[in-house]
């Protein structure tokens, strides 16, 4: 048995060795995979018309992050305070630079906890504002047979690419090894 354990460790110490840059990079493909288009598609609906529509929010930007409060509004993104706005308008611009900062491995651990902020408010809306509690299918449920809930599963599932990500940072080929390399020759 004990050479089994240490054929078993000699074969296994090269992957502890890869494993610190070779793991973030392949947690910040899947992200770009699966999730960066996913993201940019949601926050393209929130832009607004026009040069300012970055600054000026679409009415289904409100529709998505504040449904409830949108609704009791009747639908008039005016008679909504200062305080929608903002947050709105930040949830969009999230939307758009935090995946792209990952993808490009910058600031990668600070866009990847600001991400994980993100889906945690995301998952929360789906299932308070928009009602995604009360559907079984939706919420799913861990330890069970199905994987392909919406929320629990799925969320779970880009929560740990996140997490990667943030105790691990950007890995092989990100912006942040070139950029601590440029400072250490500095």
Known sequence: MT???TLYDRATQRLALYGDGALPLLARFTFAATLLVYFWASARTKIGDGVL????????????????????????????G??????????????????????????TRLAALGMAG????????DLYGHGGIAHAETLGAW???????????QRLLWLLCLAVLVMKGGGWLSA????????ATA
Do not use: C, K, N
Request: glycine share 6%.
């Open 53 to 80: 529509g970055l600054l000026r929010p679409s009415t289904g930007a409100y529709a998505q992050i504040f449904p409830r409060q949108f609704e009791a509004a009747g639908y008039d993104a005016s008679q909504l």
């Open 143 to 153: 330890f069970d047979r199905m994987p392909d809930a919406l929320i629990l599963d």
């Open 3 to 5: 050479l089994l354990l």
């Open 176 to 183: 942040d090894r070139l950029l601590l390399r440029r400072r």
């Open 82 to 107: 200062a305080l929608h706005w903002l947050v709105t308008v930040a949830g969009t611009w999230a939307e758009i630079l935090l995946p792209l900062l990952i993808a490009a491995g910058l600031f």
């Open 118 to 125: 993100f889906v945690a408010v995301q998952s929360l809306t």
